[in-house]
């Protein structure tokens, strides 16, 4: 086996996969989620350029915005 770090797409295993600078705004579903704020999140986003699917860490900080947020509707 080869030591090189490149990972492989948890979806199609393929690694055509780069990092690209997220601007992401996260809205909560439903017709609550519409009295919420959106959560703006700036991750690096891991995309397979093959499928699409995408992988991204969302910051300590917004993640307890989420987090927070989602406890107060229930
Ligand atoms: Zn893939």
Redesign the pocket.
Do not use: I, L
């Given at each position: 086996m080869s030591a090189q770090s490149s990972s492989h797409?948890r979806?199609?295993?393929?690694t055509n996969q780069n990092m690209f600078n997220g601007e992401i705004a996260i809205h909560f579903p439903g017709l609550e989620g519409l009295d919420k704020p959106i959560v703006w999140v700036f991750p690096k986003l891991l995309v397979?350029l093959?499928?699409?699917?995408t992988e991204f860490a969302i910051p300590e900080t917004e993640l307890r915005q989420l987090a927070e947020s989602d406890r107060a509707a229930a």
């Open positions: 797409c979806s199609c295993e393929s397979c093959n499928c699409g699917f």
